[in-house]
């Protein structure tokens, strides 16, 4: 009933710049947080951003001052600019949102299928 489909990963050099998007999707009734996560091989999944819905935002110590997380309400999307990639950003991103559905009351996790980052030294 509600999806989160990222796009926008890949391969990239260190120093260069991807932008993720993620897009929800179904029986959407509203959206409050929305967020990034990645995962890198062996490791637990780790929170990257994470933005309120008063748009306030919140970010891992690691990405402050290289990503900017943002959304589009109108759009239902989340994005993540990420910029001066370092090869340790390598992981699968993970989109996550808090969405009430229009058959329920209460808000619930949701996540993406996620998307490869990869970054070459």
């Known amino acids: 009933q509600v999806q989160l489909v990222e796009s926008g990963g890949g391969l990239v050099q260190a120093g260069g710049s991807l932008r993720l998007s993620c897009a929800a999707s179904?029986?959407?009734?509203?959206?409050?947080?929305m967020g990034w996560y990645h995962q890198a091989p062996g490791k637990e999944r780790e929170l990257v951003a994470r933005?309120?819905?008063?748009?306030?935002?919140m970010y891992a110590d690691s990405v402050k001052g290289r990503f900017t997380i943002s959304r589009d309400n109108a759009k239902n999307t989340v994005y993540l600019q990420m910029n001066d990639l370092k090869p340790e950003d390598t992981a699968v991103y993970y989109c996550?949102?808090?969405?009430?559905?229009?058959?329920?009351?209460?808000?619930?996790?949701?996540w993406g299928q996620g998307t490869q980052v990869t970054v070459s030294s």
């Open positions: 996550n949102a808090d969405i009430r559905s229009s058959f329920t009351r209460a808000y619930r996790g949701y």
């Open positions: 179904g029986t959407i009734f509203s959206i409050a947080n």
């Open positions: 933005i309120y819905s008063d748009s306030s935002t």
